[in-house]
Nanobody, 121 residues
Framework: QVQLVESGGGLVQPGGSLRLSCAAS????????MGWYRQAPGKQRELVAA???????NYADSVKGRFTISRDNAKNTVYLQMNSLKPEDTAVYYC???????????????WGQGTQVTVSS
């Protein structure tokens, strides 16, 4: 069994910063890719940022230059540093991991439970 546990969401004023964390635990052989998605009310879930095992990253155009994704492979943890936050960044943020499970070596996709980020004055 694999779990993704997110933390770090909350309420912040426009222009402020937050740091999200997501730790993967359980029977994991290798994590290929970890990413952050978000879903605002009435909208589809969208990719915010992702990082692969080699360290390459990609970002949604709307967050480039403001958000930074990073990863600690030893801890199976991914971070999202969010700066210069805007009200339109308000959403539930979900962690995602594409990984090979330990034991079976089956490749699976996992999601965290989501953490609310609200940007408001």
């Amino acid at each position: 069994q694999v779990q993704l546990v997110e933390s770090g969401g909350g309420l912040v004023q426009p222009g402020g910063s937050l740091r999200l964390s997501c730790a993967a635990s359980g029977s994991i052989f290798k994590i290929n890719r970890m990413g952050w998605y978000r879903q605002a009310p009435g909208k589809q879930r969208e990719l915010v940022a992702a990082i692969i095992s080699g360290g390459s990253t990609n970002y949604a155009d709307s967050v480039k230059g403001r958000f930074t994704i990073s990863r600690d492979n030893a801890k199976n943890t991914v971070y999202l540093q969010m700066n210069s936050l805007k009200p339109e960044d308000t959403a539930v943020y979900y962690c995602n991991a594409d990984l090979f499970r330990g034991g079976s070596f089956r490749r699976d996709d996992y999601w965290g439970q989501g953490t609310q980020v609200t940007v408001s004055s």
